[in-house]
């Protein structure tokens, strides 16, 4: 099992720009989740899934956009970038049950300049 | 709003020393707390505590939830220059359906000299 997957690893976008975030996951996870951590904080929920079609905001939403298509993959869209939303952005997945053991990914690190 | 703390924010040791991390949480209808190493990128599962399990040990890694006080000790004897990382702090509630928000504390950060 490759896990949770992340692509791409590092990015650098224009004030405006957007961008898709990419992850994917292939064991089968029905919930999904997206954090973002700033240097020196904890991980902030921005969107999490609880399977395909059914996305809900999490502790920090704004400047951001799921879907959930398939089970394996859950893209977060950033639509007109911001140097506020320069982080480091984690997917995470976990079963239904025993779902607080979460599965992260390696991270894509973003920077808005 | 849950709140989690930890501390210290960092700590520097030696090879062989036993460390003591702290975290302390404020949370309404709390269900479990869980502990998490981050080394380079993903952070990775160690522990879940709840009130029917309060305390997990791992070969140097040990957890205590003292439910009385609201926090948790992670204790890691022995330490290696393997084990230096950022250490994260989360809890859940019982809300429904989503025990499984995590909130996260800011992390301590564990430097092993050798």
């Known amino acids: 099992n490759a896990g949770v997957t992340q692509t791409p690893k590092f990015r650098i976008l224009k004030i405006g720009q957007s961008m898709t975030l990419q992850c994917a996951q292939d064991?089968?996870?029905?919930?999904m989740y997206w954090y973002r951590q700033d240097p020196g904080m904890g991980l902030k929920l921005i969107y999490y899934?609880?399977?395909?079609?059914?996305?809900d905001k999490g502790e920090v939403p704004n400047g951001y956009n799921v879907s959930r298509s398939t089970t394996e993959d859950f893209p977060l869209r950033l639509e007109l970038a911001a140097p506020s939303q320069t982080s480091v952005y984690f997917c995470?997945?976990?079963?239904?049950?025993?779902?607080?053991?979460?599965?992260f990914g390696p991270g894509t690190r973003l920077l808005v300049l | 709003e849950d709140k989690v703390v930890q501390s210290p924010l960092s700590l520097v040791v030696h090879e062989g020393d036993t460390v003591t991390l702290n975290c302390s949480y404020e949370?309404?209808?709390?269900?479990?707390l869980l502990w998490y190493k981050q080394e380079k990128k993903a952070p990775t599962f160690l522990f879940m505590l709840?009130?029917?399990?309060i305390e997990k040990k791992s070969g140097r890694l040990s957890s205590i939830l003292d439910k009385k006080e609201l926090s948790s000790i992670l204790n890691i004897t022995a330490t290696q220059t393997g084990d230096s990382a950022i250490y994260l702090c989360?809890?859940?509630?019982?809300?429904?359906?989503?025990?499984?928000?995590?909130?996260f504390g800011k992390g301590t950060l564990l430097t092993v000299n050798p």
């Open positions: 995470a997945s976990s079963y239904s049950t025993g779902r607080e053991t979460q599965y």
């Open positions: 064991m089968n996870h029905n919930y």
């Open positions: 899934s609880v399977g395909a079609g059914i996305t």
């Open positions: 949370v309404t209808n709390f269900r479990s």
């Open positions: 709840t009130s029917s399990g």
């Open positions: 989360a809890v859940t509630r019982n809300s429904g359906g989503s025990n499984y928000k995590l909130t």
